[in-house]
Structures are given as structure tokens and as C-alpha cells.
């Protein structure tokens, strides 16, 4: 029964790679011709947008995005200490499953209340997507309560909304982790807010905007936190099997997976 389930993992290993291998190669896609006019209208956009309004907007994202990092740490689920990749992500998909339903359920009441419960959507959608990304690193074996580890989700949260330019450096930078990890700052306060807010924000507008629309809003709520939490765990998966590869590897001598 044991050789049955090392064959079984050692298969799924080598399944798993293929698809990681796949999903670098998009990550590191240059930016299409649609993407990069997106990105120029949101940038002219931004440019008439007075300064005090993204610094406003830039301080309650921080704020936000602080409180549930800082929060969370307090509240981190028991990091899986064994076991191979298969039932990892097994319990990470768990995780994804629960949390993808309940932003699912959240973005439905949010939606139905037009654009006042719209506002309250931001926060506590956001809330739930941090929390299912500190479930997910402890399936992978991560303690979330060092701030290293907390950047690492934050790396992930940020390469799943942003644009492909910026998808391009981030992944880089997870590909490269344990080099990139212990030049990092050691407060949240040295991390590029502005960045993240406006690349998060300009990613998020047009969903957001049509949850506030009366009548319809409960049901593109709903479809729409569903949609972004798969997305942002299906990210967050690959991106700890690329550091769980890499480490085996690592261990047995041969050269870390990167693109």
C-alpha cells in the first residue's frame, strides 16, 4: 500500500509540474495589445485624478490590507507540518471551496443593497480573500505569523490583481524567493501602497461598479467574488507548489524551477 501511494504521489508530482511550468509561461506573457490600452486609459484616467484623492484611497487600503495582515497572524491556522504535495493541495482546495462560497454569499448581500452596501463590499471581501490565502500557506506547511511569510501572501495577492507588466515583475520575484525574501523590509510600512492600491483598485473598478448597479448588483456581486476568489486561490496554489518544488529540489541537488 505504501509503494501505491509513492507511485501515486510521485505521479502527481510530476502532473503538477507540468501545469506550474504552464502557468510561468503565462505569467511571464508580455502584455497584449488590449492590456497595454487598458493600461494607458487607467493611467490617463489616474493622472486627472487630484493627488489628495489617491493618497486618500491609498491610505485606506493600506489601513485595510495592514489590519487583516496584522490581524490574521493572531488567528493563522496550525501550519501542516508533513505530508506530500497531493495532500496539500487537497486541503488548500478545501480551503478555496469554503472561501470562494462565502465571498460568493457576501458579494450577493452587498450587491442587493445598491451603492451604499457596494462601499462595505471592499473591506470585507477583502478580509475573506486574505483569509483563504493564510489557509492555503498553512496547508503548504507556512507559518503566516512571521512577516515574511505575510509579504509572500501579499506578493501572491498582487500578482492576481495588477496588470500583466506588473504580473511580469512579481513573478519574477516569487520565482526567486528565497534570494528576494531576506531583502525585504521589516515593517509593512516600507512595502509600494500607492502601487498596490491603484493596480488593485483599476483591476477591481468595472466589477465593483456594475455590483452597485440596483436590481442586478446581488447577482454580479455574487458571480463575481466567486470568480476573483477561484481565481486568486487557483494563483496562490501554483505559487506555493512552485516554492514546494523548488525546496525538494533544492534538497536533492537539482537547480530550482524557474522559467
Do not use: C
Not at 490590507?65 to 493563522?76: H, P, S, T, W
Not at 496550525?78 to 471551496?97: C, N, V
Amino acid at each position: 500500500m505504501s509503494i501505491n501511494k509513492e507511485y501515486i504521489d510521485q505521479q502527481y508530482e510530476a502532473i503538477a509540474e507540468k501545469e506550474l511550468q504552464a502557468w510561468l509561461e503565462k505569467q511571464h506573457q508580455s502584455p497584449s495589445i488590449l492590456n497595454r490600452m487598458t493600461s494607458g486609459t487607467q493611467r490617463s484616467i489616474n493622472k486627472i485624478i487630484p493627488d489628495k484623492i489617491h493618497q486618500a484611497v491609498t491610505y485606506a487600503i493600506e489601513k485595510m490590507v495592514k489590519g487583516v495582515l496584522i490581524g490574521n497572524q493572531f488567528i493563522a491556522p496550525k501550519p501542516l507540518q508533513q505530508g506530500p504535495l497531493r495532500m496539500k493541495e487537497y486541503k488548500a482546495r478545501k480551503s478555496i471551496k469554503t472561501y470562494t462560497r462565502t465571498a460568493s454569499v457576501e458579494g450577493a448581500i452587498t450587491g442587493a443593497g445598491g451603492i451604499l452596501m457596494g462601499f462595505a463590499d471592499l473591506p470585507a471581501f477583502l478580509a475573506i480573500k486574505m483569509k483563504m490565502l493564510f489557509n492555503i500557506a498553512a496547508a503548504f506547511g507556512h507559518d503566516t505569523k512571521g512577516l515574511r511569510e505575510r509579504l509572500f501572501v501579499l506578493y501572491i495577492f498582487k500578482l492576481s490583481f495588477s496588470t500583466q507588466k506588473t504580473r511580469n515583475e512579481t513573478i519574477s520575484i516569487l520565482e526567486n524567493w528565497s534570494s528576494f525574501s531576506p531583502t525585504l523590509p521589516d515593517n509593512l510600512d516600507d512595502f509600494d501602497w500607492k502601487q498596490f492600491q491603484l493596480e488593485y483598485r483599476d483591476f477591481m473598478d468595472l466589477a465593483k461598479l456594475a455590483q452597485m448597479i440596483p436590481v442586478i448588483g446581488a447577482g454580479i456581486g455574487a458571480i463575481a467574488n466567486f470568480k476573483l476568489s477561484q481565481m486568486l486561490g487557483k494563483n496562490a496554489i501554483l505559487a506555493y507548489r512552485l516554492r514546494h518544488l523548488q525546496e525538494l529540489k533544492t534538497v536533492s541537488g537539482n537547480l530550482p524551477i524557474s522559467k
